[in-house]
Structure formats: structure tokens, C-alpha cells
């Protein structure tokens, strides 16, 4: 006879890929995973009428047999779209080989700082080789302000976008990241010619601002606010990098809309100053920007006049990051696809497709410094155990078992829980490997590779932020490390997973509203006006 | 915040947001006032002021609009005799709104992968260059960086042309339409200038400049029953400066006779054979409604159920900031009933749904059905229907008179060449696909 708990096991991970949800009596069940169905009842005597019971309520659903029943005669009314499957814990051969054709469709590469030709070519020879032709290959040139200076920024973006071009790898974007001080004559008539450059505005002054008022005078004030207001006005699209911290997150939800009317709609990326590698006072130079710019956000967030200077202090709160997040959601005034991590979330809602968190959790993103040494993804530059090598020795020199390593830290499959039972870990793609690593950093513990004998990252849990110590609910073992670990995973994770549920239904109003057009109508013309009749319910459409 | 304010109500508008263009005529007389107040028909209020995002509000609910005609300007140089817009004021779209219309179109185009376009129109739109040099740049390099692909183009009567409009055409690949009418004595009489003066020698003047940037733009006669006994001269006229791409559309509600209708029979006749002259020339001359007309006597496809695009794919944003279905709306015209909405204020998708899923074989109260011109019936115009019949379903008599007219010289055209010349119709109909 079997034993009682192995029935339970068993029968949970029957439908391991199927959530079932409830609200306000209406219904949706979804797969968590590839491919994405759902089905939608209005209420639940629909659903129980439709799957032959008797009677359904909410709290019906709440013991596992119920679910068992009520999901095998679903599975049995719609066949293969909930079909009952178990979900693994470990990197499958599929994970690796989506992971490996992701790489080569795309990579990113960022530039810390103004590098020479030699360096710049040899980056992109050493990813682009990978990535074949009509694939998108993302450049950055982050930790230095190329508009600026942007004699050298100039002939680098014409080098890279020459070298992007003549490749045929021409879909990807080139970004530069500015403070905005000033900007030349000339940048329009460039990027005209070079419509994929986008130019990128680290608002990290909006990081440390309390009130709208004090965004008021800022934008009277500043320099930079005045600039990006004239490039929008010439049509640039810019993107805009918003420090979200615990100063600024009560008026995130006005000031994110303000932005975007300021700019005639910007990309805007929201980010906890925790997850900024620029922010953050170990981040490696080139990295951080030097302290003492005047538009310099990173100084201003660390010596400013009353703002907190310890990274705990410049951390928004959580449930505040979320609310402020659900406002902005709830603004139907503010497009989803501008504003991360809303356009992020909608993205995976909507897609069929299997998706990874970012280009760093598949290994495709790179940071070169200077003097040409690459590392794997932003937040691992200047980690000597993350260095892929020196991109002027060319591509045989390469550590490119580091990328999968780095791949495997943030693999979906080796999250144990909380990730293991989150409905969303499928869809999620798997902690972004910058909040393992950012989480490394703050506990200064080597994350990637510690319990591993031989010294090499990856593994199936030595990426588990949880086990070694830097994300996860366990803190008393890993102590203040452990607590600044679990503060980032929830910073990542906590607005993410509640936008998922917030648009999932959503989504399921929205395409339910869609399905009902209503009757056909035809116009008929009055002296002051138009009156509509109905012309009957058949639908050409 | 002043980064976003609040939209003031229409009455608040004041005559800065339309300043006159400085040396350019309008169609209003002296000391006449231009016509403000709330309505449809009131000036630009507050379209400067616009928050980005009240764009948003004014997005239709099926987003699939690919192409806008801009009215830049209501005034115009000439005083054409059949201008639908006959109440035409000197009103000028600003700046912000431009952008603003620019921006809903990108938005209002969804997932629409195509090449989006903004037609300039008005009035005259190159009385408005001061304008159209500013959001042309704007809406190109805003369309590029976010992934899609923007057309300008122009409809322009081809009298207020110069050097420097040509080298921005060329810049940013512009697209012209030109409006021309034919011979000196028709152009003259059907398209004076504002105080009456003849206008054929300025187009002559200008249409080489276009040509030379674009030698394939078509130009667009307009038939009236004082024209139409011209109509055969004014094609090889219009040839004759250059065009090699033309199309003719009979004005209606202009008391056509029936002994015009027999003149236009006969100056088809004689278009048709210059046409099939020209097709076995080495110059083929591209006579759009011809091309269009055998293109749908072969193609199922092409006896589309819509009659144009009109409040599905275009609309029409006017100086106001105001949407409407096509450039052929607005609010002096169909009684100013057709409003979808205005930039910032909710977009009509009941109305709009009209358009959507409209039938021309179950809607028209005429017998489309069973009419033999049904197929080359492509030029039918919602805002014909209405200002002949005052229903929105049947386009009247001449209309339909004009349509019959010319597809019994389509067909007689078709029937010789596929006789004939069966190569000469597959290249016309390889070309039309």
C-alpha cells in the first residue's frame, strides 16, 4: 500500500503545470508553462456547468483532490492543452538548447567606458562570431557619457554601427548613456543616418527626490531636464533610467507619467537603486560613475543633502515599490510597453514563446572595460572569477564555459523554493542573474562558486541564491548577508510576481470584452446628429 | 506639475494657437472673423498645451490605422469652383499638434508593421512649409527610432512650390499628389487663384521641379460638366508636361445633365483608346482608373466589400486636433456628424466600428449587387453618399452614372487587349497586383 504522502506528492505534481485562479467568482486556469493556454469561465457556475458538477465555489477548490478532479476533467474536456505534466527542477537538455539558439539570435555587449578601436573590435568580433546573420547584437556604451565627449563617442558609435552593419547583425540597438549636460549640433543628423542609436539618460538626480514639488524645481532647475525635453522635442526616442529609491517611491506613480509626457513618451526603466549597478559603491570604475559630476546621479545619491546614505536607506521599500508599481499599471493613460519592468511582465503575459529573464541569465551579455577585459553581464565586471578574458587576444581565449555557468546561476530550473511553487516561474524565465550577483556584492560572499569543490561555478544549486547564502528566505544561516540578499530577491521578485497576476486578469477582461462586439449597426443621418440601428448579430468580422 | 497640465476646455482657445502665415492669401475676406466657440468647427483650443498622454485617450479601441491626412492649414491660394471645403477658414495647424497627431498615429498603428504614412493636406499645404519643415523631421526620426517606417507625402496644386521646398522633399523622401485639372482653359476656370487670376502658368512652372524628383507622381484632374468635353485634350495636356501617371474622378453634385454624361461617355472612348495607344508605345502612360478598373475585373480580391479606407485604415486629423474618417469629413462638411473624437478626448469607436464592419453588398441602398460596375466601383466615397443623398449608404444618381460611365470603357478596353494584345494586359495586370 502506498504511503498517504506519496499520494499527495503524486497528485500534486500531476498537474504541476497548471494554476487554477479564483476572484470575485470568476475563474481562470492557465498553464505555467510552454505552451500558454487559458480557459476563462465569467463565474463559477459556468465553469460548473461547462465541466458537468453539480456545484463549484472558491473554497471548493482549495484541497488538492478537488483541484485533481476539477483539472482532470478539464484536461479531458480540452485534451492537450492541460495536459497533466510535472515540471523539473533541474536545467533539461530542451532549457540548454532554447538557451544556446537564444544566443545565437542575440547577445549585448557594454563598453565601460571609452574604449579603444582595438578593444571595440575585438568585443564585437568575439560576440558576434556566435550570433549569426539577421541575429540582433544590443551595444552599450554605459560608464561613460559619450555624448558628452562625443568627438570619441562619435567615431564609436560609427565604428560599431559600420562593423554591426557590414556583419548583418543589423536589428540591434546602440545605446549611449548620458547625464544629458550638453549634447552637439550635429547628434541629430548622426542618428538620423543611424535610426537604431538611442540615446539614454541615467535620471539618477529623480533617485534621491522626496516630493513632487521637488521635481517641479527640478525641472525648472536642471540642465539635463531642459536637454532632454529639446531631444524629444526633435524626435529622438529616449530611454530614461529611474532610480527608484525609499525617497522617491511615493511619487513614483506621478512622477513616471510626468516623465513620459516631458519626453513625448521615453522608453522608462524603472530599477531599486540595489539592482543599479552604478549605484552601488562596489561596482567596479567605469562601472560607477565618478563621483562629483554635477548631473551625476550616484554621487548625489551617496552625499546629497538629506538623503540616506547607506544602501539600506536608498532601498524602497517593497510593498511601496509594489503599490507604486500596481498605480502606474492602473493608469490607463501610461503605455505597458514603455515602462519596465510593466513592459517585461505584459511581454510574458501575452507570449507563447519560451522567455528568459534578461540577456544576462542565458549568458548573452558581456561588459568590456577599457583595457579589454570582458565579463560576463554587467553586474559581474570587475569579479576576477566571472572574467571571460581579454577580448584583445581574440576569441580563443575566451572562457566561454562562463556564460553557461553564468547561464545555470540564474536557470529557472534550479530555483528551489519560494520558485519552485510560484505560478510564474515558467513565464518568469528564472531570477535575473544581476540579483544573484547584486545580492553576492552586497554580502560580499562569493555567490556563484562557494560549495562547489572544484572551484567552478554552476551546478545545479550552487546558483541558488538561497543556498549559498545571498537571496531566499533562510537568512538566520546566511546573517546580514543573507538579509541583504533577501531584500534584493524580493525587490526583483515581489512587484513581478504581483503585475503577473494583476495582468493576467487583465488580459482575460480585456480579451473576454473583445470577444463580445455586439450586433452589427448601420448609421442613419438626422439633422443634427446620427442615430445607429442594429442591423443583427451577424459579424462579418 | 508643469510637465503636465491640464488641458484647458475648448473655450479657453485663443487666435495665438492659428497665427496667420505670414504672406500667404486665406480663403477669408477682410475683417472676416474666424469662426471659434465650442463645436467641431471651433479653432485649435489648448492642442499646444496637450499632455503626451492624453494621446492615449483618444486611441481607438482596434488599433490598426496606418495612414493620416494632415490638414496643415485650411487656407488656400486658389478658389477651386467644386472645393469641398467651401467654408474654409485661415486655419492653421500648430506645431504641437502636428507632433501630437504624428504621435497617435504611431501609437494607433498597433503591431501595423507597414509603412505608416501622414499625407499633408489642407487648403494648400505648402502655404505651411514653416510647419511641415518642423514635424517632418520630427515624425521620421521619431517613426525610426521606434522601429517603423513613415511616409510624407503632399497634395499640393503645384502653385507655391520653390527650390527650398524641393531640397527638404528630397532630404526626407517625400511623396507629391498633384492636384492639376488639365489645359490652360480648364485649369484657369476651375482653379483660379483667389482673386481670380489664371493658375496654369505657375503649375507649368512647377511641375518640372516635381518631376524631376519624381517623375512617376500622378496627377489628379478633377471632372466637372464644364470640363468634361476637355477631358480627352487634358490628358495628353497633362502627358505633355510630363506626367506619366494621371487619374480623373467626376465631381459630383455638380448638375451633371444627361447630355454630359453622353459627352463624358464620349471623352472615355477616346481616353481609352489613347490609353491602349500609349500601353502598345514604348511609353506606357499609367491612367489609374483604367489600371484599377481591369485589375478588378480579374481580381475577386480587388471588389473589396469597403469602398475605400476611409475610418478604418485613414483618418483625418484637422487644425483643430479633431479625427475624423477621411480628408473628405471635418466640420464644415456631411454637417460635421462624422467626428471620431479629438487628440486628447475619447476616441468614437461606435461610429467608427460603422466603418469597420461595413458591407457595400448588404449596406447600399442601391443595387450594388446587381450592378455590373460593382467591381471597378472603387472609388466610391462615404462623404459623397452623404453630401448627395444625405444617407450614408447610397452615393445618387451621378454617382453612380460616372462609375457606369467608365466601366463600360474598362471593359471595352479590357476585351481589346485581352483580343489583341494578351501580353500588354498581363504586364497592366502584373503592374496593378
Known sequence: MAHPMNNEISSRGRFDNVAIRTRENRCVVSTACPPFRAVYWPDLRAAAADLGFAKLTPGSLESWESREMFLTHLAERLGSAFRPARVGFRSSPDEIRRRELFRRQYQAVAFAGPCSRGVVMGALEA???????????????????????WGRGREMVNDICGYLHHSRQRAGNVTLFSTLASFEPDLWTFVYDRPRTRIAWRAADLGGLRSLDEYDDYCRGSVAFKNLKEL?????????????????????PEMAPALLDATRGCSLELVPVPLLPWANPDAPAGIQPAAGHTEDGAARLETGPGRGLSPDRQSPDVNDYVEALLAIYRNPRVPLELISPLSWVAARVNSEAPLVSSPAAVGAEWTVLPNGDAYAGEWAAGLERWKLGNVLQGRAGIRWELLDAMAELSSKANKPEPCASCDWRHRCGGVDASVSLAGERASKEDLGISGQGDGAPGGSQAGCPRHSGGLGESTQAAGVAGAAGSSLFELYCAPRRRLFEEMLWGSVEASAKARDQGPRERIKLRQDGIDFESVGPQNPD | MNCNPVVPSREESTSEHNPPVPGVASAAGPGEAVQQGPGPGAPCAGCSKLAWSRISDSLP?????????????????????????????????DEATAKNAIDWLLEASGSFRGELKVNLMGGEPLLRFDLIRKIVPYGKMRARQRGKSLHFGCTTNCTHLTDEMMDFWRRFGMGFHCSVDGIPEVQNVNRPFLGGGPSSAAVERNVPKILSYRPRVTARATISPQSVRSLFESARYIAGLGFTSMTFKAAVNCNWRPEDFDALRCQYEKLGEYYIKSQLSGKPLDIDDFRKGIRAIHSVEAASRFPCGAGRGVALVDPRGDLWPC???????????????????????????????YNVLEDAVTDCRHCPAVLACRSW????????TRTFYDPGREYCQAIKTLYAEVLRVHDFLRSHHPDVLGRILKAAG
Open chain 1, 127 to 149: 560576440v558576434t562570431g556566435g550570433v549569426r546573420r539577421g541575429g540582433a547584437v544590443d551595444v552599450s556604451l554605459s560608464g561613460w557619457d559619450s555624448i558628452a565627449d
Open chain 2, 327 to 357: 480628408h473628405r469629413f471635418g466640420p464644415h462638411q456631411c454637417g460635421g456628424q462624422f467626428r471620431f473624437g479629438k487628440l486628447g478626448e475619447p476616441f468614437n469607436d461606435r461610429l467608427r466600428a460603422v466603418f469597420l464592419r
Open chain 2, 61 to 93: 479601441s482596434v488599433r490598426n490605422v496606418h495612414s493620416i491626412d494632415l490638414d496643415v492649414t485650411e487656407a488656400c491660394n486658389l478658389a477651386c469652383i467644386y472645393c469641398f471645403k467651401w467654408q474654409k477658414k485661415p486655419v492653421h495647424m
Open chain 1, 232 to 252: 524629444s522635442a526633435l524626435g529622438f526616442w529616449l530611454h530614461v533610467v529611474l532610480p527608484v529609491s525609499a525617497a522617491n517611491a511615493a511619487i513614483l
Open chain 2, 381 to 388: 466615397c462615404y462623404a459623397e453618399c452623404v453630401d448627395s
